[in-house]
């Protein structure tokens, strides 16, 4: 990855991006806002640091260079210990050239290294006295902070007491995760502010709140244990003695919340190699993680190491953050589109100047629904902080609201369908056409013969066009009473294809009640769901005779799901009387249904006492051997004939995880968390009775 750095010309440019990074600095560490985005500052940063290499002479005292993170702000709480910055590298050989560096000035090759997610918030101190917390610091200028010890009762994993009566520092970082943003964001418009930019902003904002009607909950993560001047004299030896990882784990001895418990818990590494190999790890999990990260924290493990190595007076020498592409930036939304999906549900998309987030060029985003947009009070031509990692559809957080000139302009929702010109049921967040599916019937009904679907081959996109234009189809149930002089009338349809395309569609007659119901399209289900609500009720009868209260004996579907599928498959009925006059299959095969008083969750799913009974299952990377020809969904099918749960993400309640080529990051969190993993044939051979 190429070193990111602004370029800088002259003296003149120098001292305006001196002055730039400055108030950027100081409005971000006073309040959570800033003009620039992370990414930005540090390009800024880094070109000021290069021009300042070739013109030694002309460094400027308020250079951002020479300061810690957050030295634009004051403190009147000193520091008993300077809480430093780190310095930054952006890719492999700049942190091979910097573990070089740091080997000639301890003398030996580092052979232990401890290896930590670089949190994406704002740091803290928290002093406690004989195990009770005391005071919250902010790091301030490195050498004073800020007393925010009135917020310590909002932050979570921050504990009032410790385990021991102790008396020491903990250092950490403290930050929103990204439910705790959400909730952040709902009341704080509630009471009439403008949502946050972003999480990083959102904490180093209320950290600092003192006279808010409000309080939201933050999160805290220890990095740091040291001694205080009235610690202990024998852990206070101890304290300085122990490497970084043993810190750690006292720390969370203590009842302190550290990385431990996370999918990127802090690593030792034996050597450079190694270390890579971990950074490339925490990168890919980054997108899944509930909470920012924007880099890699790599520190010399043992104390001796850092001792000799010593600190500047910005940074340590024996601690380096590998800094990751950036994730959010800042851009203008420059106007809103109006799309109307299969079902007809009518979705705004942003329209951006372009901008580069990891390597990738955004123009579109997400932005929800419309009472998304007017909960973060967006507008046309405001600057929006725009997130996107890994691939990660690109969504808007919210307006950068200090950076509007009041030349923005209101969004304006549309009155009618835009694609139709039907009504519009505005009765729910996300808004529908009125004539539901039938809007965007093409699209419907190409999504209902795909692959993962009822998988009638031959019934692509251009296909279902001619039908509707043609009129002979209004509908999925027209399918299949589709005649062979009809299909011979359409233009480019011989004996052959039509042939063809009717035996497919006889074919589809017979899938599982599982396809069907997915075919359907019902808002909140999707393959998965489609999956388990068919093995729960067996048969479609079941399903069209279920409640709200009965829909939610299926796992997944909680209050407020259950009442809108219910609604939807009563709105179908119609289209489900004629498939099945029309002969389409209603059962779920080896399904039973559920007992009608007191079923439990695992009465039908698991009725077949299969191999994977009760285990939720995660596939992953590229299968091989008998598995090697199925797709995804059907492998997960395979998972459910057997008894088992898909799933798509690895967590603590994951039984197995079937790792293929390429496996990459849920392999990793696997063993991060113990989980048993097997080979695509070492699976084939558990489920083998069940391969069809």
């Known amino acids: 990855m190429t070193t990111p750095v602004a370029q800088i010309v002259d003296a003149a440019a120098y001292a305006q991006a001196v002055e730039d990074a400055v108030k950027a600095a100081a409005a971000y560490y006073a309040g959570g806002t800033s003009p620039l985005d992370d990414d930005t500052y540090d390009r800024l940063v880094r070109g000021i640091a290069a021009w300042e290499a070739e013109h030694p002479d002309q460094v400027l005292p308020d250079s951002p260079t020479g300061k810690v993170a957050g030295g634009a702000v004051e403190g009147d709480v000193p520091h008993t210990v300077a809480m430093l910055s780190l310095d930054n590298v952006f890719s492999a050989d700049e942190f091979t050239t910097w573990a070089a560096s740091l080997a000639r000035r301890v ?58 009566p102790v008396s020491v520092e903990v250092r950490g970082e403290v930050l929103m995760t990204t439910a705790q943003f959400e909730h952040a964001n709902e009341v704080r418009t509630g009471h009439g502010g403008q949502p946050f930019a972003n999480p990083r902003n959102a904490a180093a904002g209320t950290l600092r709140a003192k006279e808010r009607a409000y309080t939201v909950p933050m999160t805290f993560f220890g990095y740091g244990l040291l001694p205080l001047p009235d610690t202990d004299t024998a852990l206070a030896a101890r304290l300085g003695d122990l490497a970084h990882s043993d810190l750690m784990v006292l720390a969370a001895d203590l009842g302190v919340n550290t990385t431990a418990s996370t999918a990127v818990p802090g690593r030792v590494a034996r050597s450079s190699e190694q270390v890579l190999a971990r950074v490339q790890e925490i990168a890919a999990l980054r997108a899944q993680l509930p ?55 009518i979705a705004p998309r942003g329209v951006l100047e372009p901008v580069e987030i990891d390597g990738a060029t955004i123009t579109y985003a997400t932005l929800h629904n419309p009472a998304d ?93 001619q039908l509707v234009e043609a009129g002979l189809v209004a509908d999925l149930a027209d399918l299949f009473t589709l005649t062979r002089e009809q299909l011979l009338g359409l233009e480019r349809m011989g004996e052959t294809s039509t042939d063809n395309l009717l035996t497919a569609i006889s074919a589809a007659k017979a899938q599982p009640l599982s396809r069907v119901l997915c075919a359907l399209g019902v808002r909140g289900t999707g393959r998965s769901m489609s999956r388990r609500i068919a093995r729960w009720f067996a048969t479609m009868d079941n399903i069209r005779a279920a409640d709200a209260t009965a829909m939610q004996q299926v796992e997944g579907i909680g ?76 492998v997960n099918e395979l998972i459910e004939r057997a008894g088992g749960r898909s799933s798509s993400s690895v967590s603590k309640k994951t039984a197995l995880v079937v790792a293929g080529e390429n496996a990459g990051s849920k392999r990793a969190k696997a063993e991060d968390l113990g989980i048993r993993l097997a080979t695509p044939d070492e699976f084939a051979t558990l489920v083998a009775d069940y391969l069809v």
């Open 107 to 164: 003398g030996h090759e580092v052979d232990q290294w401890s290896v930590e997610a670089k949190l994406d918030g704002l740091a803290v101190a928290a002093r406690y006295t004989r195990g009770r917390l005391t005071r919250l610091i902010t790091r301030g200028d490195g050498t004073a902070g800020e007393d925010v010890s009135h917020a310590a009762g909002t932050i979570e994993g921050l504990p009032e007491t410790l385990s021991e």
């Open 291 to 345: 909470f920012g990260i924007d880099g890699i924290v790599i520190k010399a493990d043992l104390a001796a190491d850092q001792h000799t190595a010593g600190s500047g007076s910005r940074a340590p020498r024996w601690a380096i953050a590998y800094k990751l592409p950036a994730v959010e930036k800042i851009t203008r939304l420059l106007e809103v589109e109006w799309n109307v999906g299969r079902t007809g549900i």
């Open 373 to 465: 947009i007017t909960r973060r009070d967006l507008r046309l031509g405001d600057h929006v902080m725009v997130h996107r990692a890994g691939d990660v559809i690109p969504r808007i957080e919210a307006p950068v609201a200090h950076l509007r000139t009041g030349a923005e302009q209101p969004i304006v929702f549309p009155e009618a369908c835009p694609r139709c010109g039907s009504g519009i049921d505005t009765s729910q967040e996300r808004w529908r056409c009125e004539q539901g599916r039938n809007c965007h019937l093409v699209a419907s009904l190409s999504y209902a013969a795909g692959r993962d679907q009822l998988d009638i081959e031959g019934l692509g996109a251009t296909r279902v066009v």
């Open 559 to 634: 209050t407020e799901k259950a009442p809108s599928i219910v609604a939807e498959l009563a709105e179908l009925a119609p289209l489900i009387d004629k498939l099945v006059a029309a002969g389409v299959n209603m059962t779920e095969p080896g399904a039973t249904p559920p007992s009608p008083v007191g079923a439990d969750e695992g009465s039908a799913a698991t009725a077949e006492g299969g191999p994977l009974t009760g285990m939720i299952v995660v596939v992953t990377g590229a299968m091989s051997g008998p598995l090697e020809k199925l797709s995804r969904n059907q």
